[in-house]
């Protein structure tokens, strides 16, 4: 997986912020389309944040973090663990070519895709994490991580009882899984489907005051 520095964009002042955050946008989409959110956010809590969001490479026409699951000839859902572990070691390298303040507060989180990749960064990252943000996402490679110690303990995670695209069943799974890795997770859940509502927002900021 290929990614690069121009291809970030930011928010906040670096030098002024104390805590930052790496954001990840969902599949086919583009970071782009999270910018709006994120400076709300930061809005929200005076400014504090320095907000990095890369965009995921392109591959075969479609915006992605790592190989999506496949059908085998049985019609069982098979996940690529092997390039997942790939997508981390790039992300992990593009952490280190940031070169953010290690002394300040560090989150990582996403959307769907994006909120998959950061609860797999959450057990599988060489860096600390204060924190995870995990909106209508799921845990990829479940199996593959159990024995995965985490680098970070603080998850907030939300999901809404109608999304279409990551069941809600996916949800209770990965809660299921978390569960049993830490007890600081913070959750949120309603009548919406797959996306962010104004009241997932308003919870997300109650939790990054907490950080």
Not at 23 to 29: A, D, L, P, Q
Not at 123 to 152: H, R, T, V, W
Request: hydrophobic content about 35%; glycine content about 8%.
């Amino acid at each position: 997986m290929n990614l690069y520095k121009n291809d970030i964009i930011t928010v906040g002042d670096e030098k002024d912020s104390n805590l930052n955050i790496l954001w990840f946008h969902g599949y086919g989409s583009n970071n782009w389309s999270f910018e709006p959110m994120m400076k709300s956010i930061n809005m929200m809590i005076d400014e504090r944040a320095y907000i990095v969001m890369p965009n995921a490479p392109n591959i075969e026409g479609k915006n992605s973090w790592y190989p999506l699951p496949k059908r085998d000839e049985q019609g069982n859902l098979q996940e690529d663990y092997n390039g997942l572990k790939t997508s981390i070691e790039t992300i992990d390298s593009l952490i280190s070519s940031l070169s953010l303040n290690k002394e300040k507060k560090f989150i990582i989180g996403g959307f769907s895709q994006g909120a998959a990749l950061s609860l797999s960064l959450l057990f599988k990252s060489k860096y600390k994490i204060d924190g995870c943000i995990a909106l209508s996402g799921y845990m990829p490679c479940a199996l593959d991580f159990d024995q995965e110690n985490l680098a970070g303990d603080k998850v907030f995670i939300a999901h809404g009882f109608e999304d279409k695209a990551i069941s809600y069943q996916d949800y209770e799974k990965t809660l299921n899984f978390l569960e049993t890795k830490t007890a600081m997770i913070t959750k949120h859940t309603g009548e919406f489907g797959h996306t962010i509502t104004q009241e997932v927002s308003n919870k997300l900021v109650e939790w990054i005051r907490t950080i």
